[in-house]
């Protein structure tokens, strides 16, 4: 154990040499991380890109934005407890926090939530529990991965989201992937037709920002300038939808 100055104060400092971590102990752990981001960032001469919060942590990402001009890049919500985020937090996360790059919601949402706004331009939205996202969300969306690890969308909100990529909407997107476990793939071509392609083959798909996902069977849908994605069920029910051709993410 040392004593390191920081911020003006004398912090209790160690080494985990095992997991070659840096541990420091503060009677206010809240002040301590803003001292220790504050140390570190004047020491190295850079900026906060990155984030994970807890939903009582909401408040330092308005205190990381306020210090300082660069727009965070990656910002992760994640609470193990059962208690449900509350809406205003809900909201706040969908509209204030909007990090330029990546997104991920791991959060209980509250009951019956609904976001009526417009959601911000998010190069990867990952939500965790995205039962509370609806079709209307889905066509303001401006991303190239999203994903939903559960989802109630119907058929019928994936066709026209579907039909919304054919026409030009999402125009970045990549990869879509939606738990909704009762997708029914041949109820979203006969709702696409005359346009798909049955596609019998099995494909490895990896999108931009490193999700893997295997293609075993799907339908090929043609956009008018040429893009083609693979709309496929996958067997525990998620649906994907792999737009061509499989690039690498360049920030």
Request: net charge neutral; hydrophobic share 35%; glycine share 6%.
């Given at each position: ?13 160690e ?40 939903k ?8 990381v ?8 890049r ?21 509209k ?39 079709l209307d ?100 029910g ?14």
């Amino acid at each position: 154990m040392e004593l390191v100055k920081m911020g003006g104060q004398h912090v209790r400092v160690e080494v985990d040499h095992l997991h070659g971590y840096i541990i420091s102990y503060w009677d206010n752990t809240v002040n301590g991380l803003k001292v220790i981001t504050d140390y570190v960032t004047n020491l190295f001469n850079i900026d906060v890109s990155e984030i994970w919060a807890s939903k009582q942590s909401l408040h330092m990402i308005e205190w990381v934005n306020s210090r300082q001009k660069t727009p965070l890049r990656n910002v992760s919500f994640a609470d193990s407890s059962t208690t449900a985020a509350s809406e205003e937090e809900m909201t706040y996360i969908l509209k204030d926090c909007r990090p330029i790059s990546r997104l991920g919601i791991h959060l209980k949402p509250p009951k019956n939530f609904r976001f009526t706004g417009k959601f911000p331009k998010i190069d990867c939205l990952e939500i965790s529990d995205g039962k509370w996202v609806t079709l209307d969300n889905l066509l303001t969306m401006d991303g190239i991965d999203i994903v939903l690890r559960s989802s109630t969308l119907t058929n019928t909100d994936l066709i026209n989201f579907l039909r919304h990529w054919l026409s030009g909407g999402c125009p970045r997107l990549k990869l879509f992937s939606a738990a909704t476990g009762s997708l029914d793939i041949l109820h979203v071509r006969d709702g696409l037709l005359p346009n798909p392609v049955l596609v019998e083959d099995r494909r490895d798909y990896t999108s931009p920002f490193g999700y893997r996902r295997t293609l075993p069977f799907g339908i090929d849908v043609k956009r008018a300038d040429g893009v083609t994605a693979t709309v496929c069920k996958q067997v525990n029910g998620t649906l994907i939808i792999a737009v061509w051709p499989e690039t690498t993410y360049n920030n």
